[in-house]
């Protein structure tokens, strides 16, 4: 009896070095019950030392692996062509020396953009005015208008990137998430492009 097997390759997986890839980790699947079980338990791939840190496994392999175990089945594939597998090495531990440098240099390096900004708009002599025109008094330190100002500076940027260090204050992401997501998603399909093998073919090529 003719089986049908759907198939919807995952975007992107995480696996360990020199560990075996099977068809349940890079795809999700439906189909009959006498064969899901043998379809889980197909491998796809090998991880060996001459990989990177990044594999593309393509669609097509994936049905040539399952044709080859189920002849009579019909394989439908669904969504994304490949999957991006990412290697995952053991993380070496943040020096705190190297931890405190570079918080120092950001902290820094962001308050003398901050800094060099005001003085370009010269907000200085801003706050001057609107204090002299509110009170009619002339202050060389309008602190009355810098202070809420410098709190209101710093909320502003919490709400802005949408976090109070690891917390977020909503499910709504940040500009720069959705920044890093966009650059994530160029460099996934730059990987896809120039990674796959079989995306590409050469004139010399059989």
Known sequence: MEKTIY??????VHVRPEEKIYLKDVAQIIAPEA???????????????????IIVIDVMEVIKKITTT???AEVQSIGPAQTIVEVVFKKKEVSL???????????????M????????????????????IITEKKAVKPLLFQIPYSIGLGLGMI???NHVFKHR????PSPLEVEIFNYQLDLDNYVVIHE???????????
């Open 169 to 172: 204050l909503n499910e709504e």
């Open 159 to 161: 709400l802005f990137f």
């Open 35 to 53: 064969v899901l079980l043998k379809l889980q338990s197909i491998m796809i791939y090998q991880v060996t030392e001459m990989d990177r840190n």
């Open 97 to 111: 020396p190297i931890f405190i440098l570079i918080w120092f240099l950001l902290f820094f390096g962001s308050a």
């Open 196 to 206: 796959n093998k079989e995306s590409m073919k050469h004139i010399d090529d059989d």
């Open 113 to 132: 953009t901050i800094m060099n900004f005001h003085d370009d708009v010269s907000m200085q002599s801003v706050q001057e005015k609107i204090y002299t």
């Open 7 to 12: 198939i919807r390759m995952r975007h992107r």
């Open 70 to 72: 189920f002849k009579d």
